[in-house]
């Protein structure tokens, strides 16, 4: 995601996953949860979103994958648990991101509650190069 002053945000690290072994990431997959953000949506499905779900200029859209359904975003975001594909920074226990892949393109979760482990997400802009080191990771995939 494109910052306000036009650049990529720099502080996005892939986790380390010696910290993170299967069980773990099993464990926090069961856990989670996704809310969904009016922002990220032109055509608001069944994510309950209260109306208007505008879209703010400069914002990726789910709309843009076909991410219309929460039980379909939620397994998504459960996909990229399970490949590993968290990041370093975590806030009470939860990854402050999640990535997953969706008909070759990078979708980057963001934590919305560290409470209860509720995300949002979004497609990354194409050119955004953490696209890259998180297809890198799952190439890098035993």
């Known amino acids: 995601m494109k910052r306000r002053n036009g650049t990529y945000n720099t502080k996005r690290q892939l986790a380390d996953l010696r910290h993170w072994p299967p069980d773990r990431l099993q464990q926090l997959g069961e856990r989670l949860l996704y ?24 914002k990726m859209l789910c709309d843009e994958v076909g991410i219309f359904h929460r039980q379909e975003a939620l397994e998504l975001l459960r996909s990229g648990v399970a490949a590993g594909l968290i990041s370093e920074r975590c806030v009470n226990g939860w990854p ?7 008909e070759g393109r990078v979708l980057e979760a963001q934590l919305e509650q560290s409470e209860t482990g509720i995300y949002h997400g979004y497609p990354l802009q194409p050119e955004d190069p953490f696209a890259e080191l998180v297809l890198q990771r799952l190439g890098d995939e035993p």
Do not use: M, Y
């Not at 949506?41 to 879209?55: E, M, Q, V, Y």
């Not at 402050?96 to 969706?102: E, K, S, Y």
């Open 96 to 102: 402050q991101n999640i990535w997953a892949l969706r």
């Open 35 to 58: 809310g969904g953000n009016p922002e990220h949506k032109r055509n608001p499905g069944d994510f309950g979103l209260t109306p208007p779900s505008g879209a703010r200029i400069g």
